[in-house]
C-alpha cells in the first residue's frame, strides 16, 4: 500500500501538489526506497507492505474507523482538485 512517493504522478495528472503553509511540498517516500521496499518484501513474501508515514497512519485508521478513513481521503482529494 502505497502512500506519497517522489514522483511526477500529480504533475503529469494536472493536479499540482500540495505545499506546506512555509512553501515546503509535504514529506514523501522516495521512488527509490518505495521500489526498494517493495523488492524485500517479495523476497521476503511478506502479505502486506506499507510505503512511507503516511500509508501505515491511514491503514490503521482504516482499521479502527473505516468510514472515517475513506472522508478524510476523499476532503484531501477534493481540497486538491480545487
Known amino acids: 500500500i502505497p502512500g506519497a512517493i517522489g514522483t511526477n504522478i500529480a504533475t ?3 493536479v ?3 505545499t506546506m503553509p ?3 511540498t509535504p514529506k ?3 521512488a527509490d526506497e518505495a521500489a526498494h521496499q517493495i523488492i524485500e518484501a517479495v523476497r521476503e513474501d511478506t502479505f502486506r507492505v506499507l510505503i ?3 500509508a ?3 491503514d490503521r485508521m482504516s482499521r479502527v ?3 472515517k478513513a475513506i472522508g478524510i481521503v476523499a476532503d484531501r482529494m477534493k ?3 480545487g
Open 12 to 14: 503529469n495528472s494536472g
Open 16 to 18: 499540482e501538489a500540495p
Open 22 to 24: 512555509d512553501g515546503k
Open 28 to 30: 514523501m517516500t522516495s
Open 52 to 54: 512511507g508515514g503516511d
Open 56 to 58: 501505515r497512519m491511514l
Open 65 to 67: 474507523a473505516p468510514v
Open 79 to 81: 481540497a486538491l482538485l
